[in-house]
């Protein structure tokens, strides 16, 4: 809590400059040339892209290094807080300070209104080639590897690891800390509430193996 405290306590004296081009940098970041970036984005603190990035209108982006090629669809936030809770000895509830940050590899996109959380003590990663489509919520401390496929409506719980080439199909669940194979198959609208093996195909509520058809 109280690393937390100073953090913020050093970033509300940061000051945001507004750009040419319409968006807002904080004075903590270096924007790379050939990045485009359009009007209503807020960048910072602690961010740094690679070659080619593009951030489209309305994203909000901060505590994240983005390699090359980084691709952020309109009004995403990268970098939010993390929703992780405990409760004092009246019970009442009280926030886990998110301390980690937002790693992405080269060639990733991020969807229109996506949430990406940082991770609570270590990173949230998105590896190499990894394509989120919209509106889909990434919890703190998810670790997508290469090539992951998220389609619309997505929603993975936090500290979930996805494997080479996993495919979540439109609308599915994944509760917080399972793991996810390697070119598994998740099916549209499915809960999923336990791990989920390597070349696997489930689907419903909750969620179990279906054998692909040949």
Not at 117 to 141: F, M, P, Q, R, Y
Not at 169 to 183: E, H, K, P, S, W
């Amino acid at each position: 809590m109280l690393f937390a405290e100073e953090r913020f306590a050093e970033e509300k004296k940061l000051k945001f400059n507004m750009m040419p081009g319409g968006f807002y940098v904080c004075e903590r970041v270096a924007v790379p040339d050939d990045a485009y970036i359009e009007p209503g984005c807020v960048i910072g603190p602690d961010v740094n892209f690679g070659k080619n990035a593009r951030i489209f209108a309305g994203s909000v982006i901060r505590r994240t290094t983005a390699g090359d090629n980084f691709l952020c669809n309109e009004y995403a936030v990268v970098g939010a807080n993390g929703f992780t809770m405990a409760e004092d000895e009246f019970g009442n509830k009280f926030r886990i300070p998110t301390l980690g940050r937002v790693i992405i590899g080269d060639d990733v996109e991020i969807g229109a209104h996506d949430n990406i959380s940082c991770g609570s003590g270590g990173d949230t990663i998105i590896e190499d080639n990894t394509k989120i489509d919209a509106l889909v919520h990434l919890g703190h401390d998810v670790h997508l590897h290469k090539n992951v496929q998220i389609t619309a409506g997505g929603i993975i719980g936090g500290f979930d690891d996805l494997g080479d080439h996993a495919y979540v199909v439109i609308n599915a669940v994944l509760r917080n800390r399972i793991t996810i194979g390697d070119n598994a198959v998740i099916g549209m609208g499915s809960t999923v509430t336990k791990s989920v093996e390597d070349n696997s195909i489930v689907a419903g509520n909750p969620a179990k193996p279906f054998e692909r058809k040949r």
